[in-house]
């Protein structure tokens, strides 16, 4: 099976199981990281393991090895909290300025941290357009435009021999493509859900389908989607 897959004109290749890479634009594009998820949880008395921000960013770290790009996009959602950037660990910073030191770095801001600044590299905006194609945190209905975006956390859940499997995966239309969360500590929204089946904006006639990635490529599976068209 193939590994990479086109959207608005371009190619886009997945890297891992939740992020891309837009050979064009020599971008990987990542979503939904939560940076200090379980510092934020810890300061309401809810104890998770705290390495979430690490694990994360060496993930990234990881991929920049294997594709060598000149700009990280992460698409909103990047602290788990306005305050995150501020929390952010000794250990976890270090290896941030470093990835942001050697590539461009974008940070799109999100409904979590919409105050993000870059103070440890990188420039903050909005929402960013390349080559044509919007990039964006949460998707806007009425975009006639090709838009990636992410917010929705999505997962493809099937029973195979009797066990249900979960497992990230992004969701593609014609107009939309919505990413899955990178971050260590997120959960997910199944892909069938009504709030990403409004979310791709259908027009009539359009199809909407799941994308996995597998070790031997992108699986991919064509959702039900009755009822979801776009007024």
Not at 79 to 97: N, P, S, Y
Not at 144 to 150: A, K, L, T
Not at 201 to 223: K, M, W
């Amino acid at each position: 099976m193939a590994q990479s897959f086109e959207f608005g004109g371009a190619a886009f290749e997945v890297a891992g199981q939740a992020a891309l890479y837009w050979r064009a634009q020599d971008a990987l594009l990542v979503s939904d990281l939560h940076l200090e998820k379980a510092s934020a949880f810890a300061l309401v008395g809810q104890m998770l393991p705290p390495y979430d921000s690490v694990s994360t960013l060496e993930e990234i770290a990881t991929l920049c090895r294997t594709y060598r790009p000149a700009k990280i996009i992460s698409l909103g959602d990047n602290f788990h909290d306005d305050d995150g950037e501020h929390r952010l660990a000794q250990d976890a910073a270090a290896l941030l300025v470093d990835l942001a030191c050697n590539t461009e770095w974008i940070w799109i801001t999100g409904n979590h941290d919409r105050a993000v600044s870059g103070i440890w590299g990188g420039k903050a905006f909005d929402a960013l357009t390349l080559s044509g194609i919007t990039l964006r945190h949460e998707a806007l209905s009425g975009d006639p435009n090709p838009e990636i975006s992410g917010h929705f956390h999505p997962k493809f859940r099937q029973v195979l021999r009797g066990r249900m499997v979960k497992r990230r995966c992004f969701v593609k239309t014609p107009r939309k493509l919505i990413m899955p969360a990178f971050g260590a500590l997120t959960g997910g929204l199944d892909v069938q859900d009504a709030a990403i089946l409004k979310a791709c904006d259908l027009n009539h006639g359009e199809g909407v389908e799941a994308l996995v990635a597998t070790q031997s490529g992108i699986a991919r599976f064509a959702l039900n989607h009755a009822g979801s068209f776009a007024k």
